[in-house]
């Protein structure tokens, strides 16, 4: 299956993978080690389930060897099927599909252009505590995750360990990185991107601050001085923009 495919979550993979229809994991027995995974992107349209290579949640003997070792290609878990993990393919910007565009909310690449205004922004739902009228929630172009204790925010699944842009362009800054694993998860499993900063004001979402790095490692790899998050959930010192 290549990039102009539309049987992936509606779209193509990355870089192209292999894979073969089915409708039972029975039916990927003639492979090595297959699942058979759904991958319908439409819930009113027909099922499309395909043979995808499994794989484990969590840190292998040598995570090279985890999906092949592929920056595109995250171990994710199956929908429903918390035991079940595949190899899914998973572009992270236009640039990882050649001639077509690199869908936020399913990774895939498709011919229609989604343009993602909302990477960063609370989502879900909101809590007034002052009894107002509280704001409706952002629908986000990308999935609207929750890591550990922080709130919803729109981001976009990336491989977790890829050190490649993962957000919307941002000029010569990049705007995302992937640093939100899966609980239990590690190099090579699905992750998510978070919003980075080098001060308060680079957040989308006004109510984040900009928590610094203090690691030069991390600010060498990602070119950004931190994360935007939740006041509540600063682990070093916000960097504000006076």
Request: net charge negative; proline share 9%; glycine share 10%.
């Amino acid at each position: 299956m290549d990039p102009d495919d539309d049987r992936l979550y509606g779209g193509g993979p990355p870089q192209g993978t292999c894979a073969a229809t089915c409708s039972s994991s029975d039916d990927c027995d003639p492979f090595e080690d297959a699942v058979c995974v759904d991958v319908t992107a439409d819930p009113s349209s027909e099922p499309t389930k395909l043979c995808l290579p499994r794989c484990r949640i969590g840190a292998p003997d040598d995570p090279g060897e985890k999906c092949d070792g592929r920056a595109e290609v995250a171990c994710s878990p199956a929908e429903g099927e918390s035991s079940v993990a595949f190899c899914r393919p998973l572009c992270t910007s236009h640039e990882d599909c050649p001639n077509r565009f690199c869908d936020p909310r399913y990774g895939v690449c498709r011919d229609q252009e989604i343009r993602d205004t909302t990477f960063g922004l609370l989502c879900g739902a909101t809590d007034d505590s002052d009894g107002g009228t509280a704001p409706e929630p952002t629908t986000c172009a990308g999935p609207c995750v929750q890591i550990n204790d922080a709130p919803q925010i729109c981001s976009r699944a990336c491989t977790f360990g890829n050190p490649d842009e993962c957000a919307p362009a941002s000029g010569d800054q990049r705007r995302g990185a992937c640093i939100y694993a899966l609980e239990g998860g590690g190099i090579g499993d699905l992750g998510y991107c978070g919003e980075l900063c080098d001060c308060s004001d680079d957040c989308l979402e006004p109510t984040f601050l900009c928590d610094a790095f203090a690691d030069a490692n991390l600010e060498g790899a990602f070119g950004r001085q931190g994360v935007c998050t939740d006041p509540s959930l600063l682990v070093n010192n916000e960097i504000s923009c006076d």
